[in-house]
């Protein structure tokens, strides 16, 4: 089985020592598309399918906290942080994010290429729940698509990415500071109230089901059963 792979890493060396290991001990199996630039990785990750994605973090123009982030909002494909900051605080965030797991540098190739493999295995062999249902609603994570009582609803990509996160927090207090990393990104520049006005939104799509979404007064919202 042929696998296709992203590897986001800035270090031409690094890049070139896992093209060159990955190329000869998987005969073929492994294509890996490279790139240095974090910018470049966040336009293959959003019009391109991987099997699996590695990511170094400090990466020129789009770190790879963000690039996890931007993943995550899309696809359940597995990603590995190579990263030489090991400190609790950026593994936990990195977990936090999604990411699968992680290769502290320096590492050797041989103990890569093992764990990839052993991602790539779990992710095709594991039993993955496509849909995640609350009340009424529900979402698949393959297609990326809503229903109320199993009738599709259209839903712009920052509606489906609020409901996407109501859902898998159902019945937690979401805030609006949470909302806004979590869907606008960390790096966006605006008032909280586009929060207020994509919720408004995602009701109106919902229709009577949109009731699920509650306003917790001065903290934020949440979606129940």
């Known amino acids: ?46 019009y391109e399918e991987f099997d699996l994605v590695m990511l170094d973090i400090m990466l020129p123009h789009v770190d790879g906290f963000t690039l996890c982030r931007e993943i995550r909002r899309k696809s359940i494909v597995p990603v590995l942080f190579l990263t030489a900051k090991a400190t609790e605080a950026d593994l936990l965030h990195g977990y ?28 095709k062999g594991m039993v993955i729940s496509k849909e995640i249902v609350c009340g009424r609603i529900s979402i698949n994570l393959v297609t990326f698509e809503a229903a109320v009582d199993g009738n599709t609803v259209e839903l712009a990509p920052k509606e489906f990415a609020l409901l996407k996160y109501l859902i898998e927090h159902k019945n937690c207090v979401a805030d609006r500071d949470t909302l806004l990393d979590r869907v606008w990104g960390y790096d966006f520049f605006g008032s909280d109230r586009v929060v207020d ?29």
Do not use: W
């Open 1 to 46: 089985m042929s696998y296709r792979i992203l590897l986001v890493e800035d270090d031409q060396q690094i890049r070139e020592v896992i093209e060159d290991y990955f190329s000869d001990k998987s005969g073929g199996e492994i294509t890996l598309v490279t790139t240095a630039d974090g910018e470049e990785g966040l336009e293959l990750i959003q």
């Open 96 to 123: 936090e994010l999604g990411c699968d797991d992680y290769m502290i540098k320096p590492f050797s190739p041989a103990e890569l290429y093992a764990k990839v493999n052993a991602l790539l295995k779990r992710a």
């Open 197 to 225: 006005n994509h919720i408004k939104k995602l009701r109106k799509a919902l229709g009577e089901a949109g009731g699920q979404i509650k306003t917790v007064i001065s903290k934020g919202y949440k979606l129940t059963e």
